[in-house]
Nanobody
Framework: QVQLVESGGGLVQAGGSLRLSCTASGGTFANRAMGWFRQAPGKEREFVAAIRWGGASTYYVDYADSVKGRFTISRDNAKNTAYLQMNSLKPEDTAVYYC??????????????????WGQGTQVTVSS
């Protein structure tokens, strides 16, 4: 059974940093794109970042404009784990963050419907 488990969320002051982890089990994810999404109260789920492995040490990444330059997505295929390093956090980054595994290995999808496995989410709260 495929399972994604996020960790690393918490409460941080504005300007601080957090690192989220997403560990996958029950399948092989090296050839799948991995993504991070978030959902704030009263808002729709939104794309944050995605990464896919291009072979050897090549990785392709994509970021939402709202996090570009502040967040960094990475992955360790040997550990079946994806990461989201979040720096210079702002109160508007407060949300539940979800990792997901995409159906594709050749694209960096931004639509949630293109992902078929999801984690349970981890809360990130940024105080002003």
């Amino acid at each position: 059974q495929v399972q994604l488990v996020e960790s690393g969320g918490g409460l941080v002051q504005a300007g601080g940093s957090l690192r989220l982890s997403c560990t996958a089990s029950g399948g092989t994810f090296a050839n799948r794109a991995m993504g991070w999404f978030r959902q704030a109260p009263g808002k729709e789920r939104e794309f944050v970042a995605a990464i896919r492995w291009g072979g050897a040490s090549t990785y392709y990444v994509d970021y939402a404009d709202s996090v570009k330059g502040r967040f960094t997505i990475s992955r360790d295929n040997a550990k079946n784990t994806a990461y989201l390093q979040m720096n210079s956090l702002k109160p508007e980054d407060t949300a539940v963050y979800y990792c997901a595994s995409a159906r594709t290995d050749w694209a960096l999808p931004r639509g949630g419907y293109e992902y078929d496995y999801w984690g349970q989410g981890t809360q990130v709260t940024v105080s002003s």
